[in-house]
Nanobody
Framework: QVQLVESGGGLVQAGGSLRLSCAAS????????MGWYRQAPGLQRELVAT???????NYADSVKGRFTISRDNGKKTVYLQMSSLKPEDTAVYYC???????????????WGKGTLVTVSS
């Protein structure tokens, strides 16, 4: 079994900061790219940021300069530091990881259950 568990969500005022964490656990041989997506009420899930195993990052235009994604490979954890938060950042944030469970298996995409971030105006 593999689990991705997010934490760090909550209620914050506009202009504030939050740091999300997502830890992978279970039978894992290696982890490739990791990332964060979000889904606001009534909207489709959208990409927030991704990071490769080598540390290359990619961000949605809407969060560039405000959010920073990072990872700790030893802890199998990905982080999302969110600053200058806006009400439109309100959403459920999901982490994802492309990982191999065994040396002989291919990469598969796994998802966490999400953590709610609410930004009040």
């Amino acid at each position: 079994q593999v689990q991705l568990v997010e934490s760090g969500g909550g209620l914050v005022q506009a202009g504030g900061s939050l740091r999300l964490s997502c830890a992978a656990s279970g039978s894992i041989y290696s982890i490739g790219a990791m990332g964060w997506y979000r889904q606001a009420p009534g909207l489709q899930r959208e990409l927030v940021a991704t990071i490769t195993s080598g540390g290359n990052t990619n961000y949605a235009d809407s969060v560039k300069g405000r959010f920073t994604i990072s990872r700790d490979n030893g802890k199998k954890t990905v982080y999302l530091q969110m600053s200058s938060l806006k009400p439109e950042d309100t959403a459920v944030y999901y982490c994802t990881a492309d990982l191999r469970r065994f040396y002989y298996s291919g990469e598969k995409d796994y998802w966490g259950k999400g953590t709610l971030v609410t930004v009040s105006s």
